[in-house]
């Protein structure tokens, strides 16, 4: 298979695991580092992008949502939004290191976008949480750590 394919379809799997939508990216790098056909580096490079990039549109549709908050039908009161921002940024910040787990990872990134976590920050603990758990994965798979 082309590499271009290969790494693209690493990408898309990354990307897609990061939205709402069902994916399991970390079998598919698992499987391509057992292959052996490909730098660790660079797969855990684009896994990374791919899974920060589908968070990054995960952050845009909370900030989207955030606009309807005074209509009716608005899941969560503006009082308890108004509350939750300030817990957000206070202490919730921190709690994006958590982003890449299976469970609740996902909703992070969304209540980051509605609680308006600057872009800049939100990048940052992100990519050092996706990328992190991409690395201790391949670091894992290619016997690196025990």
């Known amino acids: 298979m082309d590499d271009l394919a290969i790494l693209g379809g690493l990408f898309a799997i990354a990307f897609i695991a990061a939205t709402i939508l069902p994916a399991q990216s970390e079998a598919a790098l698992v499987a391509l580092l057992v292959a052996g056909t490909h730098s660790p580096i660079l797969l855990v490079a684009v896994a990374s992008l791919g899974n920060v990039l589908g968070a990054v549109v995960n952050w845009a549709l909370g900030r989207s949502v955030e606009r309807f908050r005074d209509r009716r039908w608005f899941p969560v009161s503006p009082r308890a939004l108004d509350r939750a921002t300030g817990w957000y940024h206070r202490w919730g910040r921190w709690s994006l290191l958590f982003s890449w787990a299976p469970i ?43």
């Open 104 to 146: 609740g990872g996902d909703a992070l990134t969304v209540a980051a976008g509605v609680l308006r976590e600057p872009l800049r920050s939100f990048l940052v603990l992100v990519t050092i949480a996706k990328t992190g758990r991409y690395a201790v994965l391949a670091a894992v798979t290619l016997g690196v750590l025990a």
